[in-house]
C-alpha cells in the first residue's frame, strides 16, 4: 500500500494505517534524527512526537509527499526540542553531520586499500562541503528523495534541490580525479 493510501486512510482516523507509516519509516526517520544528534533515545523520542502530533492534529490535508512531510516535521521538533533543552547553545552546532567512523570503512574494505582510501577521501570531501550541500546529497542519494520531495525538506523550490546536488557533485568533482569522481557516480547511481 502506498505511502499517500496510508496517509488518506490515516486521516479518516485509521490507526492502523498510522502503525503502518510508522514502522515503514521508522528507520528512515531514525537514521535522519541521528545526523542531527548522536543521542538516539533523544531522537527516538522526537519521532514519537511526530506521530503523536499526526494524531492530535486537526489541519492535516492530503500530500503526495508523505516521507518528506514526516522528516521536516521530525527537523523542526528536533530544532524546537534542542532550542528548549539548550537556550543559549546554537542550533547551527547541531546540523546536519554523515557519521562514518574510519573503523567501520576498514572493516568494509578489509583487504582492500585502494577502496579504503578512496573512501576516506570521499568522506573528507564530503565534509568540505557546505551543511545544506551536504544534506541535499544525502537525502538525495542515501535517502532516495525525489527532487520534490528534498524541496520539501529543505524547504527551498524545487529548482533550488537541483542546483544545490548540482553544486555539491561540481564541488566534488573539483577535489577528486576523474576515476575517482566517476566511481562514485557510479556508487550514487546505483
Known amino acids: 500500500m502506498s505511502d499517500v493510501v496510508l496517509w488518506d486512510l490515516m486521516l479518516k482516523g485509521d490507526m492502523k494505517a498510522m502503525s503502518l507509516l510508522y514502522k515503514k519509516h521508522y528507520e528512515l526517520l531514525l537514521n535522519f534524527g541521528l545526523k542531527y544528534t548522536s543521542d538516539e533515545e533523544f531522537v527516538k523520542d522526537c519521532i514519537q512526537d511526530v506521530f503523536v502530533k499526526l494524531c492530535v492534529s486537526k489541519r492535516l490535508s492530503s500530500t503526495k509527499y508523505v516521507r518528506s512531510y514526516l522528516l521536516t516535521s521530525l527537523k523542526h521538533i528536533i530544532f524546537d526540542e534542542l532550542s528548549s533543552l539548550k537556550v543559549t547553545e546554537e542550533l547551527d552546532e547541531h546540523f546536519f553531520?554523515?557519521?562514518?567512523?574510519?573503523?567501520?570503512?576498514?572493516?568494509?574494505?578489509?583487504?582492500?586499500?585502494?577502496?579504503?582510501?578512496?573512501?576516506?577521501?570521499?568522506?573528507?570531501?564530503?565534509?568540505?562541503?557546505?551543511?545544506?550541500?551536504?544534506?541535499?546529497?544525502?537525502?538525495?542519494?542515501?535517502?532516495?528523495?525525489?527532487?520534490?520531495?528534498?524541496?520539501?525538506?529543505?524547504?527551498?523550490?524545487?529548482?533550488?534541490?537541483?542546483?544545490?546536488?548540482?553544486?555539491?557533485?561540481?564541488?566534488?568533482?573539483?577535489?577528486?580525479?576523474?576515476?575517482?569522481?566517476?566511481?562514485?557516480?557510479?556508487?550514487?547511481?546505483?
Open 97 to 190: 553531520e554523515l557519521k562514518i567512523e574510519n573503523s567501520v570503512l576498514e572493516t568494509l574494505f578489509k583487504g582492500n586499500d585502494e577502496d579504503l582510501q578512496l573512501s576516506k577521501k570521499l568522506i573528507n570531501v564530503y565534509k568540505s562541503l557546505p551543511d545544506n550541500q551536504r544534506m541535499a546529497i544525502y537525502l538525495r542519494y542515501v535517502r532516495g528523495l525525489s527532487y520534490k520531495e528534498m524541496a520539501i525538506v529543505l524547504n527551498v523550490n524545487p529548482q533550488s534541490s537541483m542546483n544545490l546536488v548540482s553544486r555539491a557533485l561540481t564541488s566534488l568533482r573539483s577535489k577528486m580525479t576523474l576515476d575517482e569522481y566517476l566511481l562514485i557516480m557510479i556508487l550514487f547511481c546505483s
